[in-house]
């Protein structure tokens, strides 16, 4: 009888092992979703800039170039420890010029590496996962065209238990999601698509939780900078009274409706909006507007 | 005896409090007007932006005239020499009332050459502004761009 329970026990921990272990796999895309597509450098260029990938890709003492070097080197200080922005240019050694668009497709859909680990959510895989596959491939397409740079990527500075990866499948189970945030209107939907799948305005917008979930019942209402120096601002309209021309404004020059400017971040994603068409500038205008 | 000494001590130990807070009181008087007037200055710049905003956004009709006025102030303004606005010690770790990052002081070159970039945008908005509304958005962006490189690096966040 003792011995019946003992082998329950033990059949009852390697099951919930076993079931831990597969849901906590890293995902990956349907590669036929990519098979048919052909990217597009022009548009993927677009992509880059609503994404705001330089942002985090340059170098800390980079040049604004139209032709950025990705080799990666910004740090990201946070509660868990400190993250750094990968190499991701086109180089075959050190960047990523050796990946398929399948690659970049599993790394910004699901968080997933080549070589099959969880990437940090440091990385906006949680926005980007609503990207358009064929916004993808436009992406891959004109990351192709920059320049290679053979400076290798740093390691994160992360700490236990933070550093185990396998658990980030767990963190995914609880806090990854890849359906829309907000309800959208038509008008709204192409401003929606702009933040809640390119632009990733919530990473930085939106309360986390103690384990750094994003608290989507509080979308784009503000949260303590990550820096610890400031709050980053509520822009719902419940609290950001700027007109839709104050916020294109903003978007394109970078100056607020008192003719102060962007500083930190923020003037980082202004130099990323105002290169997009007006026409997405509003759209991002009016999907703000359209919030609670 | 004893009262008298006590008496003696007691005020040289005041006065010499005195002149201690008065000399702080002094150099807090010369960085806080040195602020003070940078922080006009911005004033002066915001004002200007505004007039020129407000027909960018649409709010109010375009007006040749204006634009190149405004743009004219602001083109004036990057050319007022700020040197003694900027004193050692004016950083916003040392006093209040201040975001300038004490980066500023360490990295000087840098900051004239944003200081040029700006100027360089400014001069290109004081020719432009006048020929027309499509002209006028352009050069406030580059403007925008100029003024954002400087506080991105060199300003604090907001408390």
Not at chain 1, 115 to 126: C, D, I, S
Not at chain 2, 28 to 49: C, E, P
Request: aromatic share 8%; hydrophobic share 45%.
């Amino acid at each position: 009888m003792r011995g019946k329970i003992l082998n329950i026990a033990i059949m009852l921990v390697l099951l919930t092992g076993a079931a831990a272990y597969l849901l906590t796999a890293p995902k990956r895309v349907d590669v036929a979703t990519f098979a048919g597509l052909t990217g597009d450098a022009a548009h993927g260029a677009q992509v880059f800039n609503a994404a705001g990938c330089a942002s985090c890709h340059t170098a800390p003492d980079a040049q604004r170039s139209d032709r950025p070097i990705l080799s990666g080197g910004r740090t990201f200080p946070s509660d868990f420890g400190t993250f750094r922005a990968p190499n991701i240019s086109p180089d075959l050694a050190e960047g990523i010029g050796a990946w398929s668009v399948i690659d970049l497709a599993n790394a910004m859909m699901h968080g997933t590496s080549p070589e099959g680990q969880h990437y940090y959510p440091a990385f906006p895989y949680t926005t980007y996962t609503r990207a358009a596959p064929q916004d993808i491939a436009d992406l891959f397409a004109y990351l192709k065209t920059l320049p290679p740079s053979a400076t290798p990527s740093q390691p994160h500075d992360v700490g236990f238990p933070f550093n185990i990866r396998r658990a980030l499948g767990g963190w995914k189970l609880l806090f990854f999601r890849d359906t829309w945030i907000t309800p959208a209107t038509p008008e709204a939907e192409r401003g929606r698509y702009l933040v809640e799948a390119l632009g990733h305005c919530g990473e930085c917008h939106t309360p986390r939780n103690a384990l750094g979930g994003l608290d989507y019942a509080n979308w784009l209402t503000g949260a303590p900078n990550p820096s610890g120096k400031g709050k980053i601002p509520n822009i719902t309209p419940a609290v950001l009274d700027w007109s839709e021309a104050d916020l294109v404004e903003y978007f394109t020059s970078g100056f607020t409706p008192d003719y102060d400017s962007a500083g930190g971040e923020m003037a980082e994603v202004v130099q990323n909006l105002s290169k997009l068409p007006v026409e997405d500038r509003q759209a991002i205008a009016a999907y703000l507007k359209s919030l609670p | 005896m004893k009262k008298i000494t006590t008496i003696l001590t007691a005020t040289i130990l005041a006065s010499a409090i005195g002149a201690g807070a008065q000399a702080e009181s002094h150099v807090d008087k010369a960085v806080a007007g040195a602020i003070a007037a940078r922080q006009a200055t911005m004033k002066l710049y915001a004002f200007n932006l505004g007039l020129l905003g407000g027909m960018a956004k649409g709010e109010v009709a375009y007006d040749a005239a204006a634009a190149s006025g405004a743009a004219n102030n602001i083109a004036l303004l990057t050319q007022l020499n700020q040197m003694a606005m900027w004193p050692e010690g004016s950083d916003e770790m040392s006093v209040d009332g201040t975001r300038a990052l004490s980066d500023i002081w360490s990295n000087m070159a840098d900051v004239m050459a944003k200081g040029t970039a700006l100027s360089d945008a400014a001069a290109t908005m004081q020719a432009e502004a006048g020929k027309g509304l499509p002209e006028l958005q352009a050069a406030m962006g580059a403007v925008g761009g100029a003024c954002g490189a400087c506080h991105k690096a060199y300003r604090a966040p907001e408390k």
